[in-house]
């Protein structure tokens, strides 16, 4: 799809139902994905620096995101 800016309002051009109604959509999509990101860091996988190597970090992630789709299934 691509990248999403909601739109913005000021005090002269009040959003329209139409612009209101793509905001909410796109918020409803945005915290599902911030809740996700703060269950990852619950695992510290993505809270600190990864020291280790490129393939060790690519195997540990696939390993969090499957014990987190397990739990939320």
């Not at 793509?22 to 620096?49: C, D, P, T």
């Amino acid at each position: 799809t691509g990248l999403h800016v909601p739109h913005k309002s000021s005090k002269h051009h009040p959003l329209t139902k139409q612009q209101h109604g793509e905001n909410l959509k796109h918020a409803r999509v945005r915290i599902l994905v911030e809740h996700v990101f703060a269950s990852l860091k619950q695992f510290r996988i993505l809270a600190h620096r990864f020291r280790s190597t490129l393939s060790d970090y690519n195997d540990i992630f696939k390993t969090v995101v499957g014990l987190y789709n397990l739990r939320h299934a």
